[in-house]
């Protein structure tokens, strides 16, 4: 049973890095398939199964994620300054 665990997680893993990378096909209204981005819900998924295994990131002020963070904060989210690497206010 722990191999066919391991193995539907590794499997699910390598589908959410698909869906993540290249998008995933859909049926759209005129019945023919068609190419879609990762939608909110994929990547909510692909959040949870990384949550669920305990893999987080350290955040440097010369990352993406922080990057990510100060662009959120602009649009009115408010993060605690000892969460924004490179923050003055958090040294």
């Known amino acids: 049973m722990k191999d066919i665990n391991a193995d539907l997680q590794r499997l699910l893993a390598l ?3 698909e869906v993540l990378k290249d998008g995933r096909e859909v049926i759209g209204p005129d019945g023919q398939p068609r190419r879609i981005m ?21 955040q440097t002020a010369d990352s993406p994620l922080n990057d990510l963070v100060q662009e959120m904060s602009k649009r009115g989210l408010k993060f605690r300054p000892s969460e924004i690497a490179g923050d003055e206010e958090a040294a």
């Not at 994929?42 to 295994?53: E, T, V, W, Y």
């Open 38 to 58: 990762a939608t909110a819900a994929d990547f909510n998924a692909i959040r949870g199964l990384l949550k669920d295994n305990g893999v987080t990131s350290v």
């Open 15 to 17: 589908r959410m890095l």
